[in-house]
């Protein structure tokens, strides 16, 4: 009898033992779930509540997360002084920088140069050699209203952004550059719906350069990809006089 007895007690252990360990395991499992979930709540709750401007890969498309703020692409600023002249250039902007080269120094909230009539330039802060200044930034500003414009088939893309970037105002080495930058990711659409903003664009991006331009040209082109033709007013182009000191830039957005 008492080996029965010490038997069932050593049962009972051993019953009671996988129990607690059956109970453990639930727990364990209850408990990655939970903080799985946690996570991806956490995570959701993050993404909605972050500002958009501090995700680059953000461009103006309507979704919640993005809340129409559009990247502005590769916008560069050439400097033609008459005669080498340091030269300062402060950009507010309307949004929040996410590249600059040569670095943005905040401090002066710009670029600090030796600016040559050929538009070289030498950035004081580090010495070296640029041929423009270059930032990018997520910005504040719907560019998706197309009051007028121009719809180009995308094969005829790179004829049309010669030509109406030649009656702008750009030089071909401008233009050029500016075409090698957009073409890729214009060219292959069916239609390519453009404007070139205006007012909007220079007060979302507004620049001021010491000393002050003989006359400054910046173009920003908008442009979206369209599937098929669709009819728009023509966009009327004027032509830049550009004389003595001459500030030039281009830059701009894809509405998606």
């Known amino acids: 009898m008492p080996e029965n007895n010490n038997q069932n007690i050593q049962n009972n252990k051993t019953k009671m033992s996988q129990k607690k360990k059956y109970i453990i395991i639930i727990a364990v499992v209850v408990s990655i779930i939970f903080l799985t979930s946690a996570s991806v709540f956490a995570y959701q709750v993050y993404v909605e509540n972050t500002l958009p401007d501090e995700r680059p890969w953000c461009n103006l498309i309507e979704t919640d997360d993005c809340r129409y703020h559009p990247s502005i692409d590769k916008p560069v600023i050439y400097l033609y002084p008459t005669k080498t002249t340091d030269v300062k250039v402060e ?34 802060a580090d010495g070296k050699e ?39 105002g750009l030089t071909p080495r401008e233009y050029n550059e500016m075409i090698v930058y957009w073409l890729p990711k ?45 009819p728009i007013p023509t966009q009327q182009l004027q032509s830049f006089d550009r004389k003595g000191f001459a500030v030039v830039e281009w830059g701009g957005t894809e509405i998606k």
């Open 91 to 124: 950009l507010n902007y309307n949004g929040k920088l996410i590249s600059t080269y040569p670095s943005y120094d905040k401090n002066i909230s710009g670029w600090q140069v030796i600016a040559k009539p050929d538009g070289n330039l030498i950035n004081i």
């Open 130 to 168: 640029y041929s423009y200044l270059f930032w990018e930034g997520i910005g504040n500003t719907n560019y998706s209203k197309f009051d007028n414009g121009f719809v180009v088939k995308g094969s005829q893309t790179k004829d049309f952004l010669q030509s109406s970037l030649a009656k702008i």
């Open 186 to 230: 214009m060219e292959n659409n069916n239609y390519n719906l453009i404007r070139f903003a205006g007012q909007e664009y220079i007060d979302s991006a507004k620049l001021t350069v010491t000393p002050t331009p003989d006359s400054i040209l910046r173009v920003f082109m908008v442009f979206k990809p369209l599937d098929k033709y669709q």
